[in-house]
């Protein structure tokens, strides 16, 4: 381990810390936290713990007698004599902090308490439930967790065959060759595949929306986004230059240059092996998937590169234009330590101590349904906690904290799975092509907003209804399939874990777009302007007879990144029905509270000329003055700006012969979708 061990034998405690120390003491200790019943200290169960480690919260006073706080001393011998005898009883080998000891960051640790959680090693034939209880019974011993492992729960990729030429499904604004198969950034409702029983799937305007809010912005490389997930693979063509790179670390050196208790951290690191990022680790059939490369393209690919796919916020190609991947390593090949709350734990708190304002969670625990948040903060007590110091950190300054996007999981259950269930955490369901829920999506209580998640249909057979991505190159020759390419870098997948870095990408752009216009946010306003940047989905599943046990269950319904960026500038957006011919709308509503004393003025709303090609709009919009209705027809699907003049403090304006009102100018946007209900949508 490199990080600080202290080693046990009988009745003392060897501490080796990181930091050079010339003092050493021995350290008495009183009885302190005693009047915790045992059995109230265990907090969750030793079903699909790691075997062979526990994790321990240990009291103030134990915690001054290990390091000799608020120095660094190192203590070579402890006299909590109860402690010691439960550590010799079942052999412990070694103990640690979770969170390493850095210069930089131990007040941030210190003041979430955080520096009180330790890590207890010991042999694997060991019962864990005895292991448990004897360290229950040491009264400077808060709690005890068991290290409870949480499985990523993904299918297996389906390489793109990158010759393919069936899809015809959007048109890339970017020279990315891939672009076209991505239906879930601009679906245009073309043929999902030639086969007949799938040509129906693909509905235009299902999808994020997201050429349009590329007009606005494409990113900003001051956004750091953690994907704490499987390991990216930084070295991939379409990611690289859009990779965080920590400065005060040198690569593949062995050291940890920068005193930040981990080595070679130079893109992230891998938490669960203790070293770099890996991503091909595969034992047989089980192993990597390429999941956290697949997450990390959906967010950030590099956009403009003549390579690959399209990222949401990967930028333009130009310098500093897309945000930054983060890779947080939890899942590594077969390891018994994936996905437990130790590595979960400091996968968090390294990400609010380097700068990620964004964390991508694309994996959860099985939906159980009755689960509750108060549940879940105490089986998940350290995960909780680093998570909670997380969101309390800020990391960009046109925002007050972080912010965490989950997924909502995939077993068909109603209701999310945890973390994304949690109150403070947005959870992301999945709609396929058509627009309506996917077949594995969990729905209910704590999921919040939809996304493209895709669908496979029947596997191996119709890929495009999945969602494309970067992926591991060469990785899938283990699976043994004969029917896919094995070699290129790019593969559909489909889960709320494809959904969720959808939503990841747009609440990148809009914090990008919040910093371009000079905007400063509280999380609060944030999480408001993102789960009010949708579109309808109700009247899409009301249609659909085999859907309605999903109606108002989706969350507020399917992410607009165009409303994104027009709620983060203050801009309402109207929705339009597309074909509907002589559509009205009301203005008023639109307005600030109402006001009714805005006139429209004659031939004051305007669209542009290639906003209006783009719409289908034959001419532009007219206006009831007097009522401020304003009536036009839109034939594609699209959004556009529509600017409109009205008179304030009289029917019409002034001049040099009459008195009359101010006139003023606002702008609103226009969202036109097949579909729409009245369910939010505009700030």
Request: net charge negative.
């Amino acid at each position: 381990m490199n990080r600080f061990i202290k080693q046990f034998s009988a009745l003392a405690i060897v501490v080796v810390t990181m930091v050079q120390c010339t003092r050493v003491e021995d350290v008495s200790l009183g009885n302190g936290g005693g009047n915790i019943a045992p059995a109230k200290k265990i907090i969750n169960t030793s079903r699909n713990a790691e075997e062979g480690s526990i994790l321990v919260q240990f009291n103030d006073s134990a915690v001054e007698a290990f390091e000799g706080a608020p120095s660094s001393r190192a203590v070579t011998r402890s006299n909590i004599e109860s402690l010691n005898q439960a550590l010799a009883s079942f052999n412990a080998t070694a103990i640690e902090r979770v969170f390493p000891v850095s210069e930089a960051h131990e007040e941030r640790t210190r003041k979430a308490g955080l520096h009180r959680w330790y890590v207890v090693n010991f042999d694997e034939g060991e019962d864990l439930d005895k292991v448990a209880e004897t360290l229950a019974a040491v009264a400077e011993v808060e709690v005890v967790e068991f290290n409870t492992r949480i499985k990523l729960n993904v299918k297996r990729p389906i390489p793109a065959d990158m010759t393919a030429t069936t899809t015809r499904l959007a048109t890339p604004q970017f020279n990315d060759p891939l672009a076209t198969k991505q239906w879930d950034l601009h679906n245009t409702g073309e043929v999902l595949s030639d086969n007949d029983k799938y040509k129906d799937k693909a509905v235009a305007g299902m999808d994020i929306n997201l050429h349009e809010a590329w007009k606005y912005t494409t990113g900003d490389s001051s956004i750091i986004v953690a994907v704490v997930d499987q390991g990216v693979d930084h070295t991939h063509e379409d990611l690289a230059a859009n990779m965080w790179v920590n400065k005060g670390e040198i690569p593949n050196n062995g050291k940890d240059d920068d005193k930040n208790g981990y080595i070679d951290d130079v893109h992230g690191y891998n938490f669960v092996d203790e070293g770099p990022i890996s991503w091909d680790k595969v034992d047989g059939s089980k192993g990597d998937l390429g999941h956290g490369t697949h997450v990390a393209g959906t967010i950030a690919a590099v956009n403009n590169n003549s390579v690959g796919i399209n990222g949401i916020a990967g930028g333009d190609g130009t310098p500093d234009s897309g945000v930054k991947i983060m890779s947080l390593q939890i899942y590594s090949g077969t390891s018994k330590r994936n996905g437990t709350p130790q590595v979960i734990a400091a996968a968090f708190k390294y990400a609010a101590d380097h700068g990620a304002v964004i964390a991508n969670c694309s994996w959860g625990s099985e939906a159980n349904l009755g689960e509750t948040d108060g549940y879940y903060t105490q089986s998940r007590s350290i995960q909780h906690k680093a998570m909670e110091a997380y969101c309390n950190d800020k990391n960009h300054p046109n925002l007050d904290h972080n912010i965490v996007i989950c997924a909502a999981g995939n077993n068909y259950t109603g209701q999310s799975s945890y973390p994304g269930g949690y109150r403070d955490y947005i959870s992301v369901t999945s709609f396929g092509i058509d627009g309506l829920p996917a077949s594995y999506t969990n729905y209910g209580p704590g999921c919040n907003i939809s996304a493209p998640g895709g669908e496979l249909y029947d596997e191996g057979t119709v890929t495009q209804g999945g969602i494309l991505s970067t992926s591991t190159p060469g990785l899938y020759g283990v699976y043994g399939d004969e029917n896919h390419v094995k070699n290129s870098g790019y593969a559909y997948m489909e889960g709320t874990s494809m959904a969720c870095p959808h939503v990841t990408g747009v609440v990148a752009l809009g914090l990008a777009y919040a910093k371009k216009i000079g905007k400063k946010l509280t999380i609060d306003e944030f999480k408001s302007k993102i789960l009010l940047s949708v579109n309808d989905m109700d009247s899409a599943i009301k249609a659909s007879s085999p859907h309605t046990k999903y109606l108002g269950q989706m969350g507020t319904g399917r992410i607009d990144a165009f409303r994104m960026l027009m709620n983060i500038e203050g801009i309402a957006c109207i929705p339009v029905p597309r074909g509907k011919r002589y559509h009205e709308i009301d203005l008023t509503p639109y307005l600030s509270d109402g006001v009714v004393s805005l006139k429209l003025v004659d031939d004051g709303v305007t669209v542009s000329s290639s906003d209006m090609k783009r719409l289908g709009m034959g001419s532009q919009p007219t206006v009831r003055t007097m009522q401020n209705i304003i009536t036009l027809t839109c034939n594609n699907s699209g959004s556009a700006i529509m600017e409109v003049k009205m008179v304030a403090g009289g029917e019409n304006a002034g001049s040099s012969t009459t008195i009359g009102g101010m006139t003023i100018t606002k702008k609103f946007a226009l969202i036109v979708r097949d579909d729409f209900a009245d369910n939010g949508g505009w700030l």
